[in-house]
């Protein structure tokens, strides 16, 4: 079975600074997708990004980026130009690219909550 | 386009009393999930569907049922209610095409079993 493990409970960052968000998984399987997965007060699951695990470039989008380090098991977000409306609990996710009835399942991490300070 | 919509939410039940959380999406997915998320934590997989008439249990599938006659709805049933079933409940979508396809959350039930 895989598992993600997030190890910060909390980050903070400043207004306009980049803050990183880390996550490890363990997998025997060798295709996959990772997720980053955003979830402010209001508790609605938001999708932040996602990586291909046979994709070697590290996906972006707009102020979102990720470091994916397959042999390491990593895949870390770094925020840039961190906003205020940032502020929220962070989920990193796996789901395996196998078929069967297994196929789309999400395996979450503890989550990170993060604070976004003026 | 509502997305995945899920009703009621919130809710407060009594130990023993049962209840269905209702889950609806409009957009054609094949596959519907439901979730639960504990304070603190992540979420954790309940049951899914990969389609109507077809469904399977998840990671902590205890003191649930589901079914799931059409491709739009997927409800979640508790039968006896226990105060370890209080948690936030997600109900997700997908289309389940091969692909990155995006899992669609719903805005949650908050249920507390007292």
């Known amino acids: 079975a895989q598992t993600v493990t997030q190890s910060q409970p909390e980050m903070s960052v400043q207004e306009a600074e980049t803050v990183t968000l880390s996550c490890t998984y363990d997998t025997s399987e060798s295709d996959y997708y990772l997720f980053w997965y955003k979830q402010p007060p209001s508790r609605q699951m938001i999708l932040v990004i996602r990586q291909e695990a046979y994709k070697q470039q590290n996906a972006t989008e707009n102020r979102f980026s990720v470091n994916f380090q397959k042999a390491a098991k990593s895949f870390s977000l770094k925020i840039s130009d961190s906003q205020l409306g940032d502020a929220a609990m962070y989920f990193c996710a796996y789901r395996s690219r196998a078929g069967g009835t297994s196929y789309g399942k999400l395996t979450f991490g503890q989550g990170t909550i993060l604070t976004v300070h003026p | 386009n509502a997305g995945v919509t899920q009703t009621p939410k919130f809710r407060i039940l009594k130990i023993g009393q049962s209840m269905t959380l209702q889950c609806t999406q409009d957009?054609?997915?094949?596959?519907m999930y439901w979730y639960r998320q504990d304070p603190g934590m992540g979420l954790k997989l309940i049951y899914y569907?990969?389609?109507?008439?077809?469904?399977d249990k998840g990671e902590v599938p205890n003191g649930y049922n589901v079914s799931r006659s059409t491709t739009e709805d997927f409800p979640l049933r508790l039968e006896l209610a226990a105060p370890s079933q209080t948690s936030v409940y997600f109900c997700?979508?997908?289309?389940?095409?091969?692909?990155?396809?995006?899992?669609?959350f719903g805005p949650g039930t908050r249920l507390l079993v007292l």
């Open positions: 569907s990969v389609g109507a008439g077809i469904t």
């Open positions: 997700a979508s997908s289309q389940g095409l091969a692909g990155v396809e995006t899992q669609y």
């Open positions: 957009m054609n997915h094949n596959y």
